[in-house]
């Protein structure tokens, strides 16, 4: 009975897909969370400027998102997707396990003042702990959506679209709750000889809900259906173009006439099947030439947008909005627009027999990116405005505070000309 059950699955899915997704949204939840406090513990804790904060911020970024096509060739050309997961998972669980001892400031805290006295050691943990989340969870990333779709037969093409929506979904829950709740983590204070903001716990959840993700995909083992590598489809891909630039400059001469199309010059080593394909990429190609400068934009909420929200007051009457909880925003907005977008607007503009394409849906979008970082801008002209002016090289800044109850004249005596400046300060309020 438990076999024909595990072979029916529940609800006309398969029973191991249901691993998968809790698998993906405690992962989410791991990384989103790790990520949300993570420009604050290089300003507040490792005492980095901005700017330096800003820079490794995005390089850890970068990485994560440049490591998926070293997991897809490892998966598709050695280990398989399955192997592949349990293996980069645990690096990826000791990566936020290094991380969360990191952010221990008893640790390196000798005369337990409540800083740490030893700096390096702190950056270097996190900087391995970084390394190695970056990699654990950039090889994992191509490999799970495409694991769940595994697990599904021909005729289930239906049950395989669902998958994946309800895949997304988990993706943007785990990242809505772990930003909302990371945040406030942080916020508390802990420690053991001096109470200091709780970066460790901030940290160690998203670490033990990594641990979770794993401990949830090695359950289903069983249950799964493991494809064997069948060779890396981007190597492939490489090398066709590749041979078909070098056969076309070999073949270069006035007499041999030219071909159609510049990888019609591949023709010669590979299927015509593979060669369609790639000019299909190809022309696809072009329709990413926008997305790298749009996702350096939106990747700015993490890092400046998140300084940016530190200057700010995040007190809305018996709400306080911690600054790393404003990265919150973008989940809740996409759990709740997506479903409106999709059933009311689109319909709307196609009963409008508007030709609202892909591309013009891109465009307008890209266009609002735009805006939102001019209302960004804005905002910061006002903060500016706030801010104190500080003296240059050349000058000095003096404070006096009268603390009595009658005004005081101050003198200010200059040498260079010789004059006199009187200033009055009123008393302080209180």
């Known amino acids: 009975f438990l076999s024909f059950s595990l072979s029916r699955g529940c609800f006309g899915y398969p029973l191991s897909i249901f691993f998968i997704v809790v698998n993906e949204f405690c992962e989410r939840f ?23 904060a800003t820079v490794v911020y995005h390089t850890f970024v970068a990485v994560c998102y440049l490591t998926p096509i070293l997991g897809a060739i490892v998966a598709d050309s050695w280990l398989g997707k399955f192997k592949t997961i349990i293996y980069l998972s645990i690096v990826y669980t000791v990566g936020q396990i290094v991380m969360s001892v990191s952010a221990i400031h008893d640790i390196t805290d000798g005369n337990r ?16 702990g970084l390394i190695l989340i970056a990699f654990g969870t950039g090889g994992i ?34 990242s809505l709750l772990s930003t909302i709740i990371t945040p406030i983590l942080r916020g508390q204070e802990c420690g053991i000889h001096s109470q200091q903001k709780c970066y460790p716990l901030a940290f160690g959840v998203p670490a033990a809900l990594m641990a ?89 909420q993490g890092s400046r947008w998140t300084l940016q929200a530190t200057t700010m007051d995040g007190n809305f009457g018996a709400l306080q909005i911690q600054p790393d909880q404003m990265q ?10 997506v479903p409106i977008v999709d059933i009311v607007v689109y319909p709307l503009i196609k009963k409008c027999k508007l030709n609202f394409t892909p591309l013009k849906r891109m465009t307008v979008g890209m266009f609002f990116a735009a805006m939102a970082f001019v209302a960004a801008a804005l905002v910061q002209v006002s903060i500016d405005k706030t801010l104190p002016i500080f003296p240059t090289s050349n000058q000095i800044q003096v404070k006096v505070i009268n603390l009595g109850t009658q005004n ?22 209180v």
């Open 141 to 174: 990333k191509p490999c799970v959506a495409a694991f769940g779709g595994d697990q599904f037969e021909e005729h289930q093409d239906k049950q395989r679209s669902s998958f994946f929506s309800i895949f997304y979904l988990s993706i943007n829950a785990g």
């Open 113 to 128: 003042d409540g800083t740490p006295d030893n700096l390096s050691i702190h950056v270097a943990l996190s900087m391995i």
């Open 212 to 300: 979770v993700a794993l401990l949830v995909f090695i359950v289903g083992s069983r249950m799964y259906k493991k494809v064997s590598p069948q060779g890396n489809i981007m190597l492939k891909v490489f090398k066709c173009i590749s041979f078909a630039i070098s056969n076309r400059y070999r073949n270069r001469s006035k007499s041999i006439p030219k071909r159609e199309h510049w990888m019609d010059w591949a023709k010669e080593k590979y299927e015509e099947r593979l060669i369609a394909q790639i000019k299909m990429v190809v022309k696809v190609l072009f329709l990413y030439i926008p997305l790298p400068m749009f996702w350096a934009l939106f990747d700015q």
């Open 408 to 429: 005081l004249t101050v003198h200010f005596i200059e040498t260079e000309p010789p004059s006199d400046f009187v200033k009055e300060v009123a008393p302080l309020q």
């Open 30 to 52: 791991s990384y989103y969370g790790m990520r949300a406090v993570l420009v604050l513990y290089f300003k507040y804790f490792l005492q980095w400027d901005n700017n330096l």
């Open 328 to 337: 919150t925003i973008n989940a809740i907005l996409i759990i709740v627009l």
